[in-house]
């Protein structure tokens, strides 16, 4: 009796699964939400990696020595200007 009703639950859900894809707006739905879980998850696994690196950074002489070498170099110096009104 125990294996009919795992049966019947697995029949159950291949049935949610099959109503799920013959309607098309469900089936959207299930795909967008599912996208968007998925690149919020993306979003924070970077930014925890990301902030792990740069506290490890912070703590040890190299990342002091990468800020010295980015404020040294020459790109840190120019200026951008954006031409006003009445230059082309």
């Not at 013959?22 to 299930?30: A, E, F, R, V």
């Not at 792990?52 to 790109?75: A, D, E, M, P, R």
């Amino acid at each position: 009796m125990d294996q009919n009703q795992e049966l019947v639950e697995q029949i159950k859900k291949l049935n949610k699964k099959l109503d799920t894809f013959s309607h098309p707006w469900k089936n959207i739905w299930y795909n967008f939400s599912s996208g968007v879980f998925r690149s919020l998850g993306y979003l924070f696994g970077t930014v925890i990696v990301a902030s792990i690196i740069v506290y490890i950074l912070s703590q040890t002489q190299i990342g002091k020595s990468i800020g010295n070498w980015i404020q040294s170099n020459q790109f840190t110096n120019y200026q951008i200007s954006a031409p006003g009104l009445d230059q082309p």
